[in-house]
């Protein structure tokens, strides 16, 4: 799904995913799609502050590994087009008068795996910042 680089765009992205996560078995109360709904909202929001540009939106993309029941992987993927600025390779907590940067510090805490991968040169520069939780 693309959304605008907005904080519009950003709200509409979660909740967009809590609605296709229920759908896909995850009610929206339950620990996994809070858990999910919470990557999505920090990856969106970061897309919006530090991967904008204007006139391109970004794209966020949910996918399970295994089909429901079996144990499964919730992959959750963000893409701009602001491939030069990816987010920082060590994580520093900020000072408690800061007023941000705790966003990857909470992805990295409820993630079971995240990263960066580039899209690469082309007509659609740009990077992908995913996010993967184990459920069920």
């Known amino acids: 799904m693309r959304f ?14 809590a609605v296709r996560l ?17 990557l999505v909202a920090e990856l969106a929001a970061n ?3 530090h991967g904008r540009v204007p006139g391109r ?21 963000v893409t701009d087009a602001r491939g030069e600025r990816r987010p920082p390779s060590s994580l520093l907590s900020p000072a408690p008068t800061d007023e941000s940067g705790r966003g990857l510090l909470l992805v990295d805490a409820l993630a079971d795996r ?6 690469g040169p082309g007509p659609a ?6 996010a993967e939780v184990d459920v069920r």
Not at 22 to 31: A, H, N, S, T
């Open 4 to 17: 605008s680089p907005t904080p519009r765009g950003a709200r509409l992205a979660r909740h967009l995913a």
């Open 22 to 38: 229920d759908e896909w078995g995850f009610p929206y109360d339950g620990d996994a799609a809070g858990t999910a709904c919470l």
């Open 47 to 49: 897309a919006v502050v």
């Open 57 to 77: 939106d970004f794209a966020l993309r949910l996918a399970l590994s295994a089909p429901l029941p079996l144990p499964t992987t919730l992959r959750i993927e």
């Open 114 to 119: 995240w990263g960066v991968d580039e899209r």
């Open 125 to 130: 520069p740009g990077k992908t910042v995913w």
